[in-house]
């Protein structure tokens, strides 16, 4: 195995318990019932929605996370798409970032109405490294663009990646 398949195999591992660990605890709290919310106003033409990534089958089976992609989302594995979402950095506080997860809500919330599920983070790697705390600014928010990897042959990675990704600019919002 390479040193670069080592190195992202590592970081899958990371990320999944990066995610379990989030997922308990109270690291983002709000009053408003909508502030968990995605604003896709502000999200660039042609993003592809989550629920998109959720047509997905997980379940286990003899010890073993399986997964079963339909087909309105196997057409997209190896296709560029855009994607916006929440930042949750896993590689410290340091700047700059190669690699991160991107989810349809954030991943550690106190007061959302739900957990994020495995369908709604995906894995990104970025080409070039990229200061995300100040591109995704206070509100944790980025669109990235990249290959779609669907995960079919790790049980202990997320379900989706996206490869080789470029941060893409967030459309401005007019305000009245």
Not at 19 to 38: K, N
Not at 135 to 151: D, F, Q, T, Y
Request: proline share 5%; net charge positive.
């Amino acid at each position: 195995m390479s040193g670069r398949a080592q190195a992202g195999r590592r970081f899958t591992a990371f990320a999944v318990a990066t995610v379990i660990a989030l997922a308990g605890a109270a690291v983002h709290a709000h009053d408003d019932e909508h502030e968990g919310e995605l604003d896709f106003g502000r999200a660039p033409q042609g993003t592809m929605l989550w629920g998109t990534l959720a047509k997905v089958g997980v379940w286990r089976s003899e010890g073993k996370l399986v997964r079963k992609f339909t087909q309105p989302i196997r057409q997209y594995d190896g296709k560029k798409v855009t994607l916006y979402g929440y930042v949750t950095l896993v590689d410290g506080p340091t700047s700059p970032h190669r690699m991160f997860l991107l989810s349809s809500q954030k991943i550690a919330c106190r007061g959302c109405a739900r957990p994020v599920e495995p369908e709604g983070i995906v894995e990104v790697s970025l080409k070039r490294p990229a200061d995300l705390r100040r591109l995704a600014g206070p509100a944790e928010v980025l669109a990235v663009r990249g290959k779609l990897e669907l995960v079919q042959d790790d049980a202990t990675a997320l379900l989706y990646r996206l490869a080789d990704s470029e941060i893409v600019t967030l459309r401005s919002v007019n305000s009245h």
